[in-house]
C-alpha cells in the first residue's frame, strides 16, 4: 500500500492536468478504504497534494481537490485536519484572489463533513484564524471570513456554548454591521444569529441592549435595517431568551412598520418595504419563540397586521371592473413584467403580514375568540391578493384557522350536548365559520377558474382541509365550485392538482348521504372512471377510494355502480400493479358490494370474491382483503354466496391464517370468520373445520382472541346445531379451564356463558353433563374463579326450563353446609340463578345465605353476600328489606354493604322507593374506620346520585363540607362513580363542583387526592359540569404538582433508612387531572403556565410522575406548540439528566425492565416535539438528540419509537 501511495503522490505532481485529476481521486479512494493507520509522514504529503491543488491551473483539479479534502477529513489524524485548517487559512489571507472562493468551499465542506470528535481541535483552530480574518482590511477576506465563521458556530454551537467570554468574537462581529458593502452587512447578520446560541445570557442581553440602541440612534434606513435584521437573526435562533426586551422591543418594532406618509415615488420605498417586512418577520420569530409573553401584545399586532395585510398602494382593487372581465385577473397573473416581479416590492409587507397572523394561529389558537369574526372576514378578503406567493399563503393561513379552531364535526356547535369531549374550542367561533362558508366559496370560486397553475393548487389544497373540518357545509355550495373541481380533474400536467381534488372529493362522499350528491353524480362519473384508469399509480389508487365512497353516499343509484364497478373489478383482476393501487381495489369492491350488490351481475359478485380470495394468500393484501370480507358480511346487502365455493376457499384460507403467530392477523381472521358465519351459510363439513380450530384460542392467555373464538362457537351451534363429539370434548375442556380462571371477565365471561347457553340449546347436550364438568377440578381455585364459575352454571340452568332446575338449588342448599369450596361455589351459584329468575317461592333461602355470614372463612362470607345481593336482584320487594333488617347487626355490615352495592349497581333506576331507608344507612357507614367499607359506601351513593340529584345533592354538597375527614373522602369518591355512571347528572354535577373545592383547603392528603380523582372523572366523563369552573380548578391543582417536604418520611430501618413521599399520590392525581382537562378542555388550559409545572414534573424524583408529565407534554406539543418551543431549554435539563440516570440502570438486570420503560416514555415524548415542532433551532435540544444517537442503547431505543410513529402515521 505504501508503495502505491508514494507512486500516487509523484503522479499528482505530473505536468499532465488528467494524471494529476485521477492520482488525487485514487489517493482519495486508497485513503478511505484503507482499513490500517496510514502512516503520518504519509498522510502528511497527500494532504499537501490536495492543498497544492487548490491552486491548481486546471478548473477540474481544483473542484476534484475540494471534493478530496472533504471526503477524506474524517479519515486522517485530528493534528493533520488541525494543519489542513491552518494551511487553508493562510491560503485564504494570502492566497490567489482568483482561488480564494475555493478556498472558502472548501473550509465550508470541512466544517460540515469533519467526525464530531474532532469538534475541539477544529474549533480552537479555526474560531482565532477567522476572527483574525474578519479584523483585515480586505473586504473581501471578511465577507469569506464571516460567511464560514457563521458555518463554524452553527455547526459547532455545542461545543462552543458556555460561560467563557465571547466579547472580541461579539466585538468582530458587530463591526461588520457598520461596514459599506451590503454583503458584508448582510452576512454579519446571519452570523451574529447563530452565534447568539453560544452567548452567555449576560453577554447576549448586553448585545440586544447595544442593538436596541443603535436603532434608536441610526439615522440613515440601511442602518436601522441591518441592525433590526440582526435582531431578527438572533429571535429566530434564541428568540425564548429575549422574553424580558419585548415591553421594549416591539413597540420599537411597531414605529418602524407605519406605512403612513410613504410614498411610492419615493426612491427608498423599497428600502422602508424590506424594512417593515424584517421587523414583521422579528414579532413572527418573537410570537412563536415568547408566546406566553407576547400575549399582553396580541391586540396590537393584531391591529398592525390587519392594515398591513391589505397594504398595496399601486393597485386598486376595482370589483366593477374585475366582474366586467373576470379572466383579467388571472391573466395578470401570468405577465412577465407584473408589479410584484418588477418594480412594486409592497408585496414583502403583505406576505410577512400573513406569516405574523399565521404564527399567532399556530402559537395561542385560545386567544384568537375576540378577532375570530375579523380575521376570517379578513382573510377571505385577501382572497382576491394579486401577487400569487402572498395568495398562496393567505390560502395556508386559512387552513391552520380551521386546523385550530374545528377539531372534529362542527355540527356539534349547535349542540348542548357537551357530553362528548370537547369538540370545539369556541362555539361561537363555530358558528361564525359556518355562516362564513358561502362567503368563502364566493372568494374561492374567482381564483378555483385562475390560470395559474400554483394558484389552483393552493385553491384546492385549502378546499381539502375545508372538507375535513366542514364537510356538511362544504357539500352545500359543492355545485358552486363542480365546474372548477372538473377542470382540476382534466388538468393531466398537474398530478398534485388531480390527487388533492380526489382526496376533497373522498372526503366529501364519506361525510354521508347528501341531496347534492344526486345532482352532481353525473358530471364526476367520466373524470373519476378517468382517475381509476390513470397510469399514475397514486390518482389511480385515490379514484378507487373516491369511486368506493360515492357508491356509499349514493347506494340506490344503480347508474353509478354500472359505471365504476366494471372499472374497479378491472383493476383488481391486475397483478403487475403497485401496491397501493392493490389495496384500494380491494377496498373499493368491498364497499361496493356490501352496499350495491343488487345492482351487479352475480358472476362478477363471485369473480370479485374469487379475487380477494386469491390476495389472502399475499401476505403484504392479506389485511386489506379481511377487512373487506368484514365489511361485505356486514353489508346491507345478502350476496348470492350461501354454500359456494367462494365462501368454503375463503373460510379454508382463513384456517391457514389462524395458524400464523401475528396476534394481530389472528384477531383480524376470528373477527372475520364470525362477520361470515353470522351472515352466511356454510357447508357442514366447514362447519366441522372450522370448529377444529376453536379450542387453541379458548384460554386466558389472551382473552380478545378467546372472546371471539366462543362467539363463533355458539353461532356455529345456533345455526348448525351439530359439531362431532371429539371436537366438541376439546372445546369444553378448554372451556371449563377457562370458567375457573381468575382473569375472564367482560366480554369474555358474556361470550362464555352465551357459549355454555348454546351447549345446552343448540348442540343437546345435557345440563346435567355440563354442571357436573364445571364443578369439577375446583381445587385450588380462586374466589374470582368461583364467581365466574357459578354465572356458567347459571346460563347452563336457565338455558331450558326442565325440572333439573329445582333438583340443582336444592343441592346447592344442602352444599351451604359442605366444605368452605362448597359452600362458595354453591352460594354464588343460588345468586346468580336468583338474579334471572325469582327464587322467592324457595323458602328460607336468603337466611341460609345470611347464616354463611358467621362462619370464618372470609371468602365464603363474600361469596354468600354477593350470592344474597344477587338475590334481591330477582325480587327487591321481598329480598331487599330482609337486607336492610340485618344491619343491626353489627359484625355482618361490610358484607350487607357487598350485598346492596350488588342490588345498586343492577336496578339502580328502581332505587327511589328506598332511598329514605338506603341513604342513612350509607350515610352512617362513611366514617367507617375499615378503608374497604367507605369503598363500598362511595360507590353505592355514586350509583345513586343520577337516581334523584335533587335529593341527593344537597346531602353530598353538604357533608362534603362538613364531618370528619373520613366521611368527607369518602363522599368525594362518591362523585368519581356519579360521574362514570351510566346516566350522569351534569347539572348536578356541576352544582357539587364548589363543594369539592373546599377541599383542597384541607390538610388531609387522602381528602385532597380524592378531590383530584373525582374532578378526574367528571373532567373525563362530563367535561360541560367543569367548563366554567376549570381556571379556580388549575390554581388549586397546580400548588399539588410541587414535592412538599413536610410530606417526606424517613423511616429508621437499622441498617438504611427507607423515605416515604405521602405527597406521591397527591402529585399523581394532580398531573392525572392536567392531563384529563388538556384532552377535553384544552381551550381552557393556559400552555405557559401549564409548561411551568411540567418542569418541575420532569424533575420529580418519582419515575411514575416523571412519566405522566411526558404524556401530558406530548399533548401539549400538538395543541400549544409555542409554549413548549419557548420553554425547551427548560425542558431538555430534567430530561436528559433522567435519561443519563436510566442509562446507568439499564444494564442492571433487577432494573433494566424499569429503566427501559421510562426511557420509551421519555424518547416517545422526544420524537413528539421532534415531529411536531421547529425543535432543531433549539441548541440544547439538538445536543440532547445527537447525545441519544451517539449511545447504542438509547438509540436502538429511539429508533424503535420512530418506527412505530411511522407505521401508526401510514397505516
Known sequence: LRSKLEQLIRDAKDYDPDKRFMAANDLCTELLKSQDEIDANLEKQICAIF???????????????VRCIKRTVGKIQESQVSDVIEKLGVCLVQGKVEFRDIYSTCLKGLISDVPDSYSRTVTSTMLPMLMNCIRLNDPQVKEEATDILTELLRRFSAQLYGSNDRSDLINAISALLNSDRPSIRKKSTQCIGAAAVILPQSQLQNLVGWLMQSITRAHDKKDVYTFIQAISAISRTVGYKLNNFLKDLLPLLFQFCSTRGLSIDSPEIDMQH???????????????????????????????????????????????????????????????????????SSWKVRRAAVHVLEAIIKSRPEVLAPYYSRLVEKLVDRFKEREENVKLDIFKAFSSLIKSILVGDVEAAHSDDLSLPTLVRTRSSAVVLNDEVPMIIQGVLKELSSKNARTRQGVTTFLMDMSLSLPAKLNENLSLILNEITKNLDDINNSNLRMDTLIMLKRLFRSGASENFHDIFGVLLPHIQNAISDEYFKIAAEGLRVAGSMVKALPGVAQVVRALFPLV???????????????????????????????????????????INDRLKNEVTRMNCLKAWIKISLGQTDLPIHDTPEITSGLEEMRTLLKKSSRALKLSTLETILAIVKKYHIKSETVEELATELPVFINDSDLHLAQNALEILSVLLEKYHRISRHTMDAILANMNTLSKSSLVQGGALSKLCQAYSSLVKDAG???????????????????????????????????????????????CVKKLGGNSSQKQLSALCIGEIGKHLDLSGKRQIDKALIALFDTPDEDTKICASVALGKLAVGNLTNYLPHIFAQFHVEAHRYLLLIALKEVISHHFDRMVPYLDTILPLLFDHSDSS????????????????????????????????????????TIVNSIKFAATSKVSAASALEGIIQALMTCFSNPDVNLRRSCMLSLNAVAYNVPQAIKHNVNAILDQVYPETVVKQELIKKVDLGPFTHIVDDGLPLRKAA????????????????????????????????????????????????????AVLGALDAIVLPLRKNVEKQLKLINNKQEVERATDVLRSCFRCVDTITHHLEADSNMNFREFITYISSVGDLSSIMQAIKSQRETLYFA
Open 51 to 65: 492543498l497544492t491543488q487548490l491552486d491548481d491551473t486546471s478548473i477540474e483539479v481544483q473542484g476534484n481537490a
Open 274 to 344: 424590506e424594512l417593515i417586512e424584517i421587523c414583521l418577520a422579528s414579532i413572527e420569530s418573537f410570537i412563536r419563540k415568547c408566546p406566553r409573553e407576547i400575549v399582553d401584545h396580541i391586540e396590537n399586532i393584531f391591529n398592525l397586521v390587519f392594515d398591513l395585510i391589505s397594504y398595496d398602494p399601486n393597485y386598486s382593487y376595482n370589483e366593477d371592473e374585475m366582474e366586467e372581465d373576470e379572466d383579467w385577473g388571472s391573466d395578470f397573473e401570468d405577465e412577465e413584467f407584473s408589479d410584484a416581479a418588477g418594480d412594486d
Open 569 to 611: 373489478l378491472n383493476r383488481l383482476t391486475m397483478t403487475d400493479i403497485d401496491q397501493e393501487v392493490k389495496q384500494a381495489s380491494i377496498y373499493s369492491a368491498a364497499i361496493i358490494l356490501s352496499v350495491s350488490a343488487s345492482s351487479i351481475d352475480t358472476r362478477d359478485v363471485r369473480r370479485t370474491l374469487e379475487l
Open 765 to 811: 347436550i345435557g345440563q346435567r353433563e355440563l354442571c357436573v364438568s364445571l364443578q369439577s377440578n375446583m381445587q385450588d381455585v380462586h374466589r374470582h374463579g368461583y364467581e365466574s364459575t357459578a354465572q356458567c352454571i347459571a346460563y347452563v340452568c336457565l338455558a331450558q326450563q326442565t325440572d333439573y332446575l329445582n333438583g340443582f338449588l336444592e343441592e
Open 930 to 969: 375499615e378503608e374497604s367499607v367507605r369503598s363500598l359506601v362511595a360507590e353505592c351513593l355514586g350509583k345513586l346520585f343520577s337516581v334523584s340529584p335533587d335529593r341527593i345533592c344537597p346531602q353530598i354538597e353538604h357533608r362534603i363540607t362538613t364531618g370528619n375527614n373520613l366521611s368527607r373522602a
Open 1071 to 1122: 398531573y392525572g387531572l392536567l392531563e384529563t382537562l388538556l384532552d377535553t378542555v384544552p381551550e381552557k388550559v393556559e400552555p405557559n403556565t401549564l409548561v411551568e409545572h411540567l418542569i418541575v414534573g420532569l424533575d420529580d424524583p418519582s419515575e411514575e410522575v416523571q412519566m405522566l408529565c411526558h404524556q401530558v407534554l406530548s399533548k401539549l406539543s400538538t395543541w400549544g406548540g409555542g
